[in-house]
């Protein structure tokens, strides 16, 4: 059940109050939370910080998209993540104080709220089961992190794409199943360590052998079951 908070604070307070992070703090401890806690919105393309910041607090979105990514001296891109609304990020760089080694682009109009360290240092403080909430998800993002290199380096780039679309069909789905991806596919070739060409032509090919449907940005996986056999057989890249 939401929560609901009276005062300035009012906004921010429930938003906190119903994140899976902080749901098991008693509404004191959100007040509190929620004092070192500022809205921000970006619009799309819009950068919120660059590489080599140094961040005094960690982010939540909670609308729109936002994207981390490294960039090299020339001008490339490879994105690390895509974060939807619910998840967070930049703990790990406000835990260790060092200056980020990724830079962040909202990839459409965002809201996003800014947590001051002070204010997660002092719930820590207060109670031992947040800390363990806040180590379990900065575990499960190394152990995305890990997956990443193991797709790198043990799948092809066919399967990395399949894989993909499996994730965005569901884990449950069956048959025929359409969905739109999350971004472009220029940002999800980046985030699958693949080119955009690669991208379109493991896409075409899919195509061609009818798996898929593909009409811009919306794609219609034909036959989940066929899919998912294909993308068990080895292949190269």
């Not at 109670?127 to 990443?148: E, K, N, P, T, V």
């Amino acid at each position: 059940k939401a929560r609901k908070y009276v005062g300035k604070q009012t906004d921010i307070g429930g938003i906190l109050a119903n994140l899976p992070l902080f749901q098991q703090l008693s509404e004191d401890e959100i007040v509190g939370l929620a004092a070192g806690t500022r809205a921000i919105r970006l619009n799309k393309g819009q950068i919120l910080f660059q590489t080599g910041s140094l961040l005094e607090g960690f982010y939540v979105v909670v609308r729109g998209q936002i994207k981390l990514a490294f960039s090299s001296p020339q001008g490339n891109e490879k994105v690390v993540s895509i974060v939807e609304p619910g998840q967070s990020f930049g703990e790990a760089m406000m835990f260790m104080e060092k200056p980020s080694p990724i830079f962040t682009q909202a990839l459409e109009n965002s809201r996003l709220l800014y947590i001051a360290k002070q204010s997660i240092f002092a719930a820590i403080d207060r109670d031992s089961a947040f800390a363990h909430r806040m180590l379990a998800g900065l575990s499960i993002r190394l152990h995305g992190l890990i997956g990443d290199v193991e797709n790198y380096s043990l799948r092809s780039s066919t399967q990395r794409l399949i894989g993909f679309l499996l994730q965005l069909a569901g884990a449950s789905a069956s048959g025929s199943v359409t969905f739109v991806l999350p971004a472009s596919k220029h940002v999800i070739a980046s985030r699958l360590n693949l080119t955009p060409e690669t991208l379109s032509r493991i896409l075409h090919g899919l195509a061609e052998m009818g798996l898929v449907e593909v009409k811009g940005r919306s794609i219609t996986v034909l036959d989940i079951d066929r899919l998912s056999r294909f993308d068990q057989a080895p292949r190269a890249g």
